[in-house]
């Protein structure tokens, strides 16, 4: 069943194989930078400066250029990685990974609100009616 197989057709799944394998790394990367912090105004406004200089590479640049057109995509998203399927969003951000680092502080993700316990069968009744005893 391996006969339409070809060593060309072989090649190109390897490749492929190994593609999507860099990519997932490269995301798990990216997310792990940024993982439990949020980026703070202060942190968008010196990645949006810094994408505006000469120092950052050419895709930082178009992908500044594209949001400053309102191309549906904000520097939050791309910051946080709610646009990582984007491929100019992850060129860029491979890119100037390490300058990115660098820029973003972040602050601490807000704690989770605190869960009301789960009422138990043995708990006296919150309201008292007249058949409640």
């Known amino acids: 069943m ?3 197989r070809t060593p060309d057709i ?8 190994n593609a999507v394998a860099e990519a997932d790394r490269a995301m798990r990367t990216a997310q792990q ?3 439990g912090k949020e980026p703070s105004t202060e942190d968008i406004r010196r990645v949006m400066q810094f994408a ?24 939050r998203q791309v910051l946080t990685g709610e646009a990582s399927h984007d491929p100019l969003v992850r060129q860029a951000l491979e890119a ?9 502080v972040g602050e601490a993700a807000p704690p989770p609100p605190p869960r009301k316990p789960k009422p138990r069968d043995d708990d006296e009744p919150i309201q008292f009616t007249e058949d409640a005893w």
């Open 33 to 35: 930078g940024l993982r």
């Open 96 to 104: 100037d990974r390490a300058k990115l680092d660098e820029l973003i």
């Open 2 to 4: 391996t006969a339409w």
């Open 52 to 75: 505006k200089s000469g120092d950052a590479s050419p895709a930082m640049r178009q992908l500044a250029d594209r949001i400053a057109r309102g191309a549906g995509l904000s520097w």
């Open 10 to 17: 072989q090649a190109a799944e390897d490749f492929l194989t």
